[in-house]
């Protein structure tokens, strides 16, 4: 225990985090008949916590710096466990959408002091076999989230996907407490508040846009407003930036082509492979008549291709640049996802398998070697730097893919549908539109919708793709192997403190 105790405990933490964000997606249909909700409360049930999980994960891993790493991280679990019974007592989407965001900002604590916490307990070979270990659990959660997800909701109820993190949290906090040691950075630096502020309201304003554009439109006041207030925000951040000694992010990084390039990398990444996701799982749900259960088996061959990926490539990919496998992934994803828009009003579920295993096989290109092509490209002292704004980039792509594809699948859907009743049918309503609309025509417009935003998400893995293969350049000198810079760049950021 008192050697693979603290492993354990921050394990256990990381599971619960990630879980969240896909467990959710098979539940999407039950939660909508049950707090009758609209397409748009659904989306910001997803973009709730995604959102507050990038926008604080830079600010709060600095403060945790200062404050101390595992009553940061103790702290996250408890907000985490008490928004999560929250949000299995909502009475509506309002008060649903409100306690992810406050579980966002727990899961935003504890994904910040996990890296840390670990490289603070184990060094030489056991980090390396920590972080092998906390890899894989990574990979496990974002797996088991749609299984696990469709069998409670199918069981006790679509609540339970948020009891369930009660009684793993109690244990995890028990655990660290016990197990894990305090940690801080070797030197005091200020908490840059403003550029966290400023950051969160970029990112919470261009999603806000995104996802009122859907049903109010691109050229909406609103709208206009909405995106207004994100380049000031923007423009904001980017002057705090510039200023401050101990800046989250520096903006200058960006003029380094390695560095944007990876940035956009990793937001086409989570955005193209996990975006798409939660409107199939409707269309799985309320079109085909699928099972929570069934539909989130459907996702299975995603999960499974990703995981054998992965866990083959450390060995087969061994010296092959980072650009190459993180680039190359990327334009396998926008294959697959060109493979999924094929869809008609009699398709099944098996018409997504040969698209969903060409995603699985670039995400399990792209995951490993995301985070080290990152930490790669700049210096040591700025690793933790690196390490926040790779998975800041990861979870905003996600929300805003989840924004941006829900708008482009409504808008196709409304070539055949009246306004109002496409977005009833993207929210899971096609029960309320059978006496009004025939069967046939309801397929057709989803399938449809669903088309357009594969496509979407596809162009963007290509964009993503195509800009990694051209701006992340492998620096002079001996190259690291994929598996060497994703592990031994991984304790870099861990012995390094937050900049």
Known sequence: MRTWGPLTAVCLGTFMLLLDVTIAVVALPDMAKGLHASLSDLQWVMDGYALALAALLLGVGAAADVLGRRRVHVAGIALFAAASLWCGLATGPGMLVAARCVQGVGAAAMFATTLPLLGSVYQGRRRSVALGVWGAVSGAAA?????????????????????????????????????????????ARRVDVAGTVTFAGFAGALTYGAVRAGSHGWTERGTLLSFGLALLALVCFVVVERRVA?????????????????????????????????????????????SPVRGGVVFLWLSLASFVVAAAGGRLLHGVPARLTVGGGLLLIAAGQFCTAVLDAGATATTLVPGLVLVGVGTG?????????????????????????????????????????????????????????????????????????????????????????????????????????????????????????????????????RG
């Open 143 to 187: 797996a088991v989230g749609p299984v696990l997800g469709g069998l409670l909701t199918d069981g006790p109820g679509w609540r339970w996907i948020f009891f369930v993190n009660l009684p793993v949290s109690v244990a995890a906090v028990a655990l660290t407490l016990k197990v894990v040691p305090e940690s801080r950075a070797e030197r």
């Open 246 to 290: 101990d800046p989250l992010l520096d903006p200058r990084l960006f003029l380094r082509p390695a560095f944007a390039g990876v940035m956009v990398g990793a937001f086409a990444f989570n955005a193209a492979a996990f975006s798409v996701m939660a409107y199939t799982s409707i269309w799985l749900q309320t079109l085909l008549g699928m």
């Open 365 to 497: 290109l792209v995951s490993p070697g995301i985070a080290g092509a990152a930490l790669a490209v700049v210096e040591p002292e700025r690793a933790g730097m690196a390490g926040g704004a790779v998975n800041t980039f990861r979870q905003l792509g996600y929300a805003l893919g989840i924004a941006v594809f829900g708008t482009v699948l409504t808008s196709r859907m409304q070539d055949a549908l009246p306004h109002d009743a496409a977005h009833a049918l993207a929210g899971g309503g096609a029960g309320a539109l059978r006496g009004a609309f025939p069967e046939h025509a309801l397929r057709s417009a989803f399938a449809s919708g669903l088309n357009a935003a594969s496509v979407a998400a596809a162009v963007v893995a290509l964009a993503g793709g195509v800009l990694v293969l051209t701006l992340v350049r492998a620096p002079r000198g001996p190259r690291a192997a994929v598996t060497e810079s994703a592990s031994a760049t991984l304790e870099e950021v861990t012995a390094q403190p």
